[in-house]
């Protein structure tokens, strides 16, 4: 009989990844629930800042349980498991006042890159709507703005 581990290797450090990364965030209420979030932003060798719109289920439940976890399966081999505690930094963001600024300060980085395989893209999205392309450029400005500022 196999006997199963949850043992898997560890990062010390967040690699880079490109920016139009989806992620997928994982909250609980005790039950899992996974959300796409787009183009988090490396804050730090252990921090990430997403953007979240204010009316999210996953907002609500991360301030009730902060500990999450991030999945970002991006293109360059980066194929990693951030778990740590999101917080809230900004209720409001500068020109997106329905959108929140999320910090999750990262206590485990789960490499999940295999000798089998490499990663060549993450998940892909396409934006239809160019305002909403333009918007989600504005916000992700805004957090590597915040991320070089808190370095």
């Given at each position: 009989?196999?006997?199963?581990?949850?043992?898997?290797p560890?990062?010390?450090?967040?690699?880079?990844?490109?920016q139009?990364?989806i992620?997928?965030l994982?909250t609980?209420?005790?039950?899992p629930h996974a959300?796409p979030v787009?183009?988090?932003?490396?804050a730090g060798d252990?921090?990430?800042?997403i953007?979240?719109?204010?009316?999210?289920g996953s907002?609500?439940?991360l301030?009730?349980r902060p500990e999450v976890?991030?999945?970002i399966?991006?293109?360059?081999d980066?194929?990693?498991?951030?778990?740590?505690?999101?917080?809230v930094?900004?209720e409001?963001?500068?020109?997106?006042q329905?959108?929140?600024?999320?910090?999750?300060?990262?206590?485990v980085?789960?490499?999940?890159?295999q000798?089998a395989?490499s990663?060549a893209?993450?998940?892909?999205?396409?934006?239809l709507?160019?305002?909403?392309?333009?918007a989600l450029k504005g916000?992700?400005?805004?957090l590597?703005?915040?991320?070089a500022?808190?370095?």
């Open positions: 009989m196999t006997q199963l581990t949850s043992d898997h560890e990062l010390d450090v967040l690699p880079q990844w490109p139009e990364t992620a997928v994982v609980t209420d005790p039950a959300i787009s183009w988090p932003v490396r252990r921090r990430i800042l953007s979240l719109k204010s009316d999210r907002l609500a439940r301030r009730e976890a991030l999945l399966l991006g293109g360059g980066v194929a990693l498991c951030a778990r740590g505690e999101a917080k930094i900004a409001e963001m500068p020109g997106a329905d959108y929140v600024a999320v910090a999750l300060d990262v206590a980085i789960d490499d999940h890159r000798s395989f990663v893209q993450g998940i892909q999205r396409t934006v709507d160019e305002f909403e392309l333009n916000r992700v400005a805004t590597r703005d915040w991320a500022n808190s370095n």
